[in-house]
Structure formats: C-alpha cells, structure tokens
C-alpha cells in the first residue's frame, strides 16, 4: 500500500522502511514512537524488580566466610514469590548483569530448592 498511487492512507505513508542486518536502527522501534517508550518503561520496571531482589536476597541471607551473602533457591523462592511470580526471570537477569551467582542453567521449584544463591 505504501507505493499505491490511489492509497489514501497516510499511516502507511509514514511507516518507516525496512531497514536490515548492521543498520544501528536494525530491530528497534522508531525513535520517539510509543513502542520505544513501552519498551523503555518496561526495562525501569525490570530494572526496579532486580533491585527489589537484590535486597530481598540481602535482608533474609546470610553472611558467609568470603563477605558475600547467600541464600538457598527454596528460602528465597518462598520470601519473593509473594511480592512477585516472576522469580527465576528476575534471577537470571540479575546473573546476567553480574550482581548474583549460582549454579546451572535454570532453577526449579522444589528439585533446586537447596542451589545456593550469592549476591555478588
């Protein structure tokens, strides 16, 4: 429709194009677009949960013989899961940027209820 001489949509006329692998603007929303800000609005948010995490993990672990606090998956599962269901999400993204430690891939309830988590 955005080459249609006889479109008279003028949404379609302002669409951006297509842009491809290497360009910086390659699999973002355009700049000041809604999307952009939902996205943005949601990174704050997940941001604000690590945080929250962090602290949780701060508050109800323990000191250990390295200066690092520590805290089983079973303790923490049950102490965050009534402030959010989004537990193991928020953990990995938390391991991702470097601020907690623990061991394997992914967490389950119950089977990794001992994995001890360290706040780095």
């Not at 842009?19 to 997940?46: F, I, L, M």
């Not at 079973?74 to 391991?95: D, H, P």
Request: with cysteine.
């Amino acid at each position: 429709q955005r080459k249609n001489p006889f479109s008279s949509d003028d949404r379609l006329a302002s669409k951006p194009k297509h842009t491809h692998r290497g360009d910086p603007t390659y699999g973002r929303p355009p700049e000041g677009s809604r999307t952009e800000q939902r996205g943005k609005d949601a990174h704050s948010h997940v941001g604000k949960e690590v945080e929250e995490l962090c602290s949780i993990i701060r508050r109800t672990g323990e000191v250990g013989e390295d200066g690092h606090v520590s805290v089983t998956f079973g303790q923490l599962f049950e102490t965050y899961v009534t402030i959010s269901n989004k537990v193991v999400g928020i953990l990995l993204r938390a391991r991702k940027h470097g601020l907690v430690h623990f061991e394997g891939e992914m967490l389950w309830q119950g089977k990794d209820d001992d994995v001890v988590i360290t706040l780095l």
